[in-house]
């Protein structure tokens, strides 16, 4: 069964380092998602792509953040640099173009100290 | 704005029916997801409504009502493995295009 995949698993860094997370969607999902989801809350979009476009990014906090899918297939998050309040899950996620329905890969837990 | 409302906590027993109710409120409504998350797992999909009424998978059944901007998730026959966060999120189509928001989750219990 196809599976969306995210690397690191885990990631623990020092506050002002720079991070960055990798993600590969499901083949042929031409929309991908990043998300940030804190302990007890619900998955926050940073950024969703078509293809290798930016559809949304308003809830992406540009200054320190940034992503890219420049063939519209895998696509890396970073983070630099990294503040204390960034640690949470960093959840990736695919969808058939339009789809409703979207398949998670692991996350990638980050820890800031 | 965009907000939805879910409670926080349920607790069921086990072979009990629960119901976990969703408010929404958004602009460009089309429809209303669920998913569930384990401990530690990834959120995984379990319906969508689009349109009102009840859709049934299996032990899993959910239902919406776009006149009151409402939906629920109905899991019967409650199992010990079915204890995780439950999340509706609306899909909204707004001027960029379809936006998923998700709700702050439902955390079932479910005790022997």
């Known amino acids: 069964e196809a599976e969306v995949a995210q690397s690191p698993r885990y990631k623990i860094t020092e506050k002002s380092q720079a991070v960055a997370f990798w993600c590969d969607p499901i083949?042929?999902?031409?929309?991908l998602y990043w998300y940030r989801q804190i302990l007890g809350q619900g998955p926050e979009l940073l950024v969703q792509f078509q293809d290798e476009s930016v559809v949304d990014d308003s809830q992406l906090p540009k200054d320190r953040f940034s992503a890219e899918r420049l063939k519209g297939v895998d696509s890396t998050l970073k983070i630099q640099p990294a503040e204390l309040g960034d640690s949470a899950m960093y959840l990736c996620?695919?969808?058939?173009?339009?789809?409703?329905?979207?398949?998670f890969g692991p996350g990638t837990r980050l820890t800031v100290t | 704005g965009q907000s939805l409302e879910q409670p926080s906590e349920v607790t069921a027993v086990e072979g009990a029916i629960v119901q976990i109710n969703c408010t929404y409120q958004t602009s460009g409504f089309y429809g209303l997801s669920w998913y569930q998350q384990h401990d530690g797992g990834a959120p995984t999909f379990l319906s969508y409504?689009?349109?009102?009424g009840l859709e049934e998978t299996g032990r899993f059944s959910s239902f919406l009502s776009r006149s009151d901007s409402y939906g629920y998730l109905l899991l019967q026959e409650l199992q010990m493995k079915d204890s995780a966060s439950y999340f509706c999120?609306?899909?909204?189509?707004?001027?960029?295009?379809?936006?998923?928001?998700f709700g702050a989750g439902t955390r079932l219990f479910v005790k022997a």
């Open positions: 999120a609306v899909r909204d189509n707004g001027a960029g295009g379809f936006k998923t928001i």
């Open positions: 409504n689009a349109l009102d």
């Open positions: 083949s042929g999902h031409a929309t």
């Open positions: 996620a695919s969808s058939l173009r339009q789809g409703h329905e979207q398949y």
